[in-house]
């Protein structure tokens, strides 16, 4: 099967399952978490102590691998050809993988953009990626 006959039948609709509805539950919330910090604490300026800028500007980075690993581990069956057949520890060690290798490439494009590469950033990625595999793991073993 050719690689555009594959992406026109992934199925994009959430499924019927509880514990995927509050995966995707939790990755609208990172998501809206990274659009208050980007559009209403950061434009304000606000007297912030040290450890709250650092918050601030690392933040957006934790949520944005909470909500990616989200999406990746709730769509993996349509993503891998074989994903229906895989274990819940590959799926995590999957998304984890896949998030935190997309968010770090980031980092480095941003470097070649005459950026500095923000180290605080990617081991904020990293923390994301383990709360959120921590968490699917809980969900999945009650």
């Known amino acids: 099967m050719k690689l555009i006959d594959r992406i026109s039948n992934i199925n994009?609709?959430?499924p019927n399952?509880?514990?995927l509805k509050i995966i995707a539950a939790s990755a609208l919330c990172s998501f809206l978490c990274i659009i208050i910090i980007q559009r209403v604490i950061r434009?304000?300026?606000w007297h912030l102590t040290g450890f709250?800028?650092?918050l601030q500007g690392t933040l957006p980075n934790f949520f944005a691998s909470t909500g990616i690993c989200s999406i990746t581990f709730i769509y993996y069956?349509?993503?891998l050809k074989n994903g229906k057949n895989a274990s819940?520890?590959?799926k995590i060690v999957f998304t984890s993988l896949f998030t935190f290798t997309g968010l770090t490439v980031w980092e480095i494009i941003q470097y070649f953009m005459c950026c500095?590469?923000?180290y605080d950033d990617i081991i904020m990625t990293a923390l994301g990626c383990l709360t959120m595999s921590?968490?699917?793991s809980i969900m999945y073993k009650l």
């Open 134 to 136: 921590i968490i699917i």
């Open 88 to 90: 819940l520890s590959k």
């Open 116 to 118: 500095p590469i923000d």
């Open 17 to 19: 399952d509880r514990k």
């Open 77 to 79: 069956n349509s993503f």
């Open 12 to 14: 994009l609709s959430l």
């Open 52 to 54: 709250e800028t650092f």
């Open 43 to 45: 434009p304000r300026h």
